[in-house]
């Protein structure tokens, strides 16, 4: 049984001094989850928001439907001049998002600390 998508948005400070929003995500990803991923994405203000974070420390599951929606979310990143990094993903996971091409528009990382360092 799928667990429902739950998402929040954190600003953090890279240890360079950018501002960063950080997407968390817990629960399953899969195509009901668009809400939770592109929504709270398409709510961050595109002017001030350059460095994003998206946390899957907590996620589950993702189905292809809900590595479609990542890509999206990708896709628009990179139109905004965004760039995306993502932390916290299984090592099943890492190996799917690089085997789909996710790692040209976003550097994967085991945690937060990794990710930041890297901005």
Not at 34 to 41: F, M, P, R
Request: charged share 15%; glycine share 6%.
């Amino acid at each position: 049984m799928q667990t429902e998508t739950k998402s929040r948005v954190d600003q953090v400070t890279s240890p360079a001094g950018h501002p960063v929003a950080v997407l968390r995500f817990e629960g399953d990803i899969a195509s009901t989850s668009k809400d939770a991923v592109l929504g709270t994405y398409q709510a961050l203000p595109k002017d001030s928001t350059r460095l994003i974070l998206l946390d899957f420390t907590k996620v589950d599951y993702i189905n292809s439907s809900g590595i479609a929606l990542v890509i999206q979310l990708l896709m628009e990143a990179a139109n905004h001049t965004q760039k995306v990094y993502a932390f916290g993903l299984s090592a099943h996971f890492t190996k799917v998002f690089t085997m789909v091409g996710i790692t040209k528009y976003a550097g994967l990382f085991p945690g937060q600390a990794e990710a930041l360092a890297a901005i």
